[in-house]
């Protein structure tokens, strides 16, 4: 199913609020962290056999490139808010 159809409520939201790039990024994060939460719980019983008290190396690695990803499309949220400003 489309992300478009799955959290269509979600978009139609975030668009009318902040406009369709940063509306859409937004639910992108959302996404994003949802995804963190889910790994997450696996992560509790998915760890690491050197430290129990960590995730899996694997783990690890999606939890750093989705936080990552999460930072980036910040960063990418606060140009277009300072651009808008700028040219408003």
């Given amino acids: 199913m ?3 159809y799955d959290r269509q409520a979600e978009l ?3 668009e009318f609020m902040m406009g369709e790039a940063r509306g859409r990024l937004a639910v992108t994060l959302d996404v994003l962290t949802d995804a963190l939460i889910l790994i997450g719980q696996h992560g509790v019983y ?3 056999a ?3 008290n960590v995730p899996a ?3 690890q690695s999606v939890l750093t490139n989705i936080n ?3 930072e ?8 277009i ?8």
């Fill in 46 to 48: 998915c760890t690491s």
């Fill in 68 to 70: 990552g990803a999460k």
């Fill in 81 to 88: 808010r300072l651009d808008k400003e700028a040219a408003g």
């Fill in 50 to 52: 050197r430290n129990p």
């Fill in 12 to 14: 139609e939201k975030h």
């Fill in 72 to 79: 980036l499309i910040s960063s990418v949220m606060e140009k």
């Fill in 57 to 59: 190396l694997d783990l």
């Fill in 2 to 4: 489309s992300v478009f």
